[in-house]
T-cell receptor
C-alpha cells in the first residue's frame, strides 16, 4: 500500500515567520517528490519538485528530502497572508504502464497578519 | 495561450444519469490523468493515460469510464453506477515518458441532485 502522510493542520504562523510543512511516504522506491499549493475552491498549483537528497531552494520556498527517512518537507520563509492555502505533498510510483502520483491529504496553512 | 481546460466548471446531475466531463490540453503532453477530490480526502486517481488509445485504471475507477482518441483530449464519463459522484474533479497532464510532473486544469465541480 503506497501512502503519503501529512498533518492536516491547520498550521498557524504569524506573518514574516517560517512555515514548516512535513510529509512522510511509505514506498521506498519513490524517486520524485512534489509540493502543490491549493487555494480554497481552486485546483492545485505546482510549487516545487525535488529528486535528490538535500535541499532545493526557489525564492522563499525550500524543499528538503531525506530518502533514508522517507521524509520530505517544505519551508516557506517570510510567510505572507497570501501563502494561506492547503499544501499537498505528492510522491511518484511506477506502474508497468508508466508514472502516477500519490497525494497526501494536505496541510492547511494559515498566515496571520 | 497554452494550458489545460476543463468544462463545465459546475455540473448538476440527476441520479441515474451519465455525465461527461471534458478535459483538453494544448501543451503537447503525452500523459493525462483524472482525479477526484472530496473534502478531507485528498486527491484520488481515477484513470490515467500515457499515450493515445491506451489508459489504465487508478485507485477508484469503478463507476467511471474514459477514452483517449486524441492526444489533446481525455474525457471522463461518470456513470449511474458511481454511487457517490458529488465531488471536485481534476484533470492533469504531463510530458509522461521520463517526466512525472503533472499540471492541473481548473476543475469541474459535480453535484448530484
Amino acid at each position: 500500500q503506497k501512502e503519503v502522510e501529512q498533518n492536516s493542520g491547520p498550521l498557524s504562523v504569524p506573518e514574516g515567520a517560517i512555515a514548516s510543512l512535513n510529509c512522510t511516504y511509505s514506498d521506498r522506491v519513490s524517486q520524485s517528490f512534489f509540493w502543490y499549493r491549493q487555494y480554497s475552491g481552486k485546483s492545485p498549483e505546482l510549487i516545487m519538485s525535488i529528486y535528490s537528497n538535500g535541499d532545493k531552494e526557489d525564492g522563499r520556498f525550500t524543499a528538503q528530502l531525506n530518502k533514508a527517512s522517507q521524509y520530505v518537507s517544505l519551508l516557506i520563509r517570510d510567510s505572507q497572508p497570501s501563502d494561506s492555502a492547503t499544501y499537498l505533498c505528492a510522491v511518484n510510483w511506477n506502474s508497468n504502464s508508466g508514472y502516477a502520483l500519490n497525494f497526501g491529504k494536505g496541510t492547511s496553512l494559515l498566515v496571520t497578519p | 495561450d497554452g494550458g489545460i481546460t476543463q468544462s463545465p466548471k459546475y455540473l448538476f446531475r440527476k441520479e441515474g444519469q451519465n455525465v461527461t466531463l471534458s478535459c483538453e490540453q494544448n501543451l503537447n503532453h503525452d500523459a493525462m490523468y483524472w482525479y477526484r477530490q472530496d473534502p478531507g480526502q485528498g486527491l484520488r486517481l481515477i484513470y490515467y493515460s500515457q499515450i493515445v488509445n491506451d489508459f489504465q485504471k487508478g485507485d477508484i475507477a469503478e463507476g467511471y469510464s474514459v477514452s483517449r482518441e486524441k492526444k489533446e483530449s481525455f474525457p471522463l464519463t461518470v456513470t449511474s453506477a458511481q454511487k457517490n459522484p458529488t465531488a471536485f474533479y481534476l484533470c492533469a497532464s504531463g510530458k509522461g515518458r521520463d517526466s512525472d510532473t503533472q499540471y492541473f486544469g481548473p476543475g469541474t465541480r459535480l453535484t448530484v441532485l
